[in-house]
């Protein structure tokens, strides 16, 4: 599976982003889909988590501000960001696959490329 995340960018507090991530593979649509960040110094952490089914889970810190979606038909997977703040500064990557898997990213192998996301007046 190869992945490439688009669409962040710069943006003044309380605005919003979309990012986008399109992943390649016929499995794409049987598999979770998640969005993670990276910011400088701190570890990756896991911000939205979709299943194939359409059960979400959200960082208590982005809950209600971020709504992850997909379409399956497109094999891409989106990050509906709003209301942004400074703290939301990074870079956001994206993966799919299991379920259980994508809970632990310190665990996961691959990532592609990730879309910086730069929150600042």
């Known amino acids: 599976v190869q992945l490439q995340a688009s669409g962040g960018g710069l943006v003044q507090p309380g605005g919003s982003l979309r990012l986008s991530c399109a992943a390649s593979g016929s499995i794409f649509r049987i598999n979770a889909a998640g969005w993670y960040r990276q910011a400088p110094g701190k570890k990756r952490e896991l911000v939205a988590l979709?299943?194939?089914?359409?059960?979400?889970v959200y960082a208590d810190s982005v809950q209600g501000r971020f709504t992850i979606s997909r379409d399956n038909s497109k094999n891409t997977v989106y990050l509906q960001m709003n209301s942004l703040k400074p703290e939301d500064t990074a870079v956001y990557y994206c993966?799919?696959?299991?379920?259980?898997?994508?809970?632990?990213?310190?665990?996961?192998?691959?990532w592609g490329q990730g879309t910086q996301v730069t929150v600042s007046s």
């Open positions: 993966n799919t696959g299991p379920w259980g898997s994508l809970t632990r990213p310190q665990n996961l192998d691959y």
């Open positions: 979709q299943s194939s089914g359409g059960t979400t």
